[in-house]
């Protein structure tokens, strides 16, 4: 990465005194300690800093970590005062759903990002690199470069970030740098115990309904290559599912043997959304852009309206193309 970007971004950090930090809607667990891990390090330089995620549930899985309860997640009447935008995890900006108008209107905004972009997002900082597995390995290069200590805190919310966005280091997005990452937030006091048991062991009992559900839809397409499956209600037994609860199903879609891609669709509103997964050489992220949204070659997704059985046949008809 560019040693004059992070320097760069933090002098400008520095000067600041409000600062508003914004990550992508439903945010997962990259995001929030990509987020958290900024605000602690910010707070400690004596700013004044509020972290905002779009999602009509936090993650309650990340309950552990420094600032979760304080981060805002509703929409906003009047806009806060603030002279620095910091966005993580994101290059799209209608991601930041109802939090948008916050770029519409900043001073000066700062972008980490580790998405594929389809053009070059507009702020005083770009530091954008798709290599890395997650934000949350950029967020460290930026504390290491400009020699910031990474405190107990800071090194949970980094460790839940690398984690979570490379599912245990499993996804094949993980490189030997994510694993020398994850070591020296260990040597800096990342609860590994603490961090896989929330994240990669427990689960709710709620989380019942919603695998049954998962299990009953499932279908199979192009000869066992792809397979769809979705949550056709927003609350079960008068539960609704949070962001990454909803992650967790997608592994009964996309662990099946001969599986090479996935989608998994789950309603919010009056649109549903859909999340893509594949690995070995196939890429879905064209798939999520023809619709409209984004994300990296193996895990990727987009937002549509219709009716469930029509966007199936839809997404289909591209994994048909693709393959």
Not at 59 to 73: A, I, S
Not at 167 to 183: D, R, V
Request: charged share 25%; proline share 2%; aromatic share 12%.
């Amino acid at each position: 990465m560019n040693s004059k970007e992070y320097k760069k971004a933090f002098e400008i950090m520095k000067s600041a005194k409000n600062i508003c930090i914004v990550g992508h809607m439903n945010p997962d667990g990259d995001t929030i300690g990509s987020g958290l891990a900024l605000k602690s390090m910010l707070v400690s330089l004596r700013k004044h800093v509020d972290v905002y995620y779009d999602c009509k549930i936090m993650p309650r899985q990340f309950g552990y970590l420094l600032g979760y309860e304080k981060v805002f997640h509703n929409p906003v009447g009047d806009i806060p005062d603030f002279d620095l935008l910091i966005i993580v995890d994101l290059n799209v900006f209608d991601r930041m759903g109802c939090y948008q108008k916050f770029y519409d209107v900043s001073k000066k905004t700062i972008i980490f990002d580790h998405h594929i972009a389809i053009e070059q997002p507009k702020a005083d900082v770009v530091i954008a690199n798709k290599g890395a597995a997650s934000c949350g390995e950029i967020i460290f290069e930026f504390f290491q470069e400009n020699k910031i200590k990474i405190t107990h805190d800071m090194a949970n919310a980094l460790y839940t970030a690398v984690s979570t966005d490379t599912g245990c280091f499993l996804y094949p997005s993980t490189t030997s740098e994510t694993h020398m990452i994850a070591g020296e937030l260990l040597k800096l006091g990342a609860d590994l115990e603490l961090i896989n048991y929330n994240n990669f062991r427990v689960f709710d009992r709620h989380l019942l309904a919603g695998i049954r559900t998962i299990l009953k839809h499932m279908k199979m397409y192009c000869n066992g290559r792809v397979g769809v499956s979705g949550l056709k209600k927003e609350k079960y037994h008068g539960y609704a599912f949070d962001a990454e609860e909803r992650d967790k199903f997608k592994k009964y879609i996309s662990d099946v043997r001969g599986v090479m891609a996935s989608a998994f669709f789950y309603r919010d509103g009056n649109v549903w959304r859909c999340s893509l997964r594949s690995h070995g050489d196939i890429n879905v992220e064209p798939i999520a852009r023809h619709f409209g949204g984004g994300g990296h070659k193996h895990a990727a997704g987009f937002t549509i309206k219709g009716t469930y059985l029509g966007i199936v046949k839809q997404t289909v008809a591209q994994f048909e193309k693709l393959f």
